[in-house]
């Protein structure tokens, strides 16, 4: 099973996002996202450019617009994809990382993909 985990209300403009990690806890998430995917927990983690493209098709033609359309910035800032057996590893997981990093939420959502429709 796959979770995305993410900051659903990130604040770009937050004290806290203004100040820069301090090495200690660049530290400890460095030896946290090591163990994550030496356990083979961790897929990817990632943040979302501030702008997007959107790719429309209708009617037989394709049209390319630039965002930004959402504010992405305030979408999240960050997001992790893990590789776990059950929805409660993926919350362990998640607490793990919220001790690291202090206050605040992260939403877990199951991810479907070409694997969950079983053989083509």
């Not at 501030?50 to 800032?77: A, M, N, W, Y």
Request: charged share 20%; with cysteine; proline share 8%.
């Amino acid at each position: 099973m796959q979770f995305l985990a993410y900051d659903p209300h990130y604040d770009p403009n937050s004290p806290e996002a203004a100040v820069p990690p301090s090495p200690e806890l660049m530290a400890e998430m460095g030896k946290f996202i090591g163990e994550a995917m030496q356990a083979g927990v961790l897929v990817t983690t990632g943040t979302l450019q501030h702008q997007g493209t959107r790719l429309r098709l209708s009617d037989g033609k394709f049209t390319v617009t630039d965002g930004p359309f959402i504010e992405l910035k305030e979408l999240l800032g960050g997001w992790a994809v893990l590789n776990v057996n059950s929805l409660d590893e993926a919350i362990e997981w998640c607490k793990r990382f919220l001790q690291i990093v202090g206050d605040g939420e992260t939403e877990i959502v199951q991810l479907v993909g070409p694997d969950d429709f079983g053989p083509a």
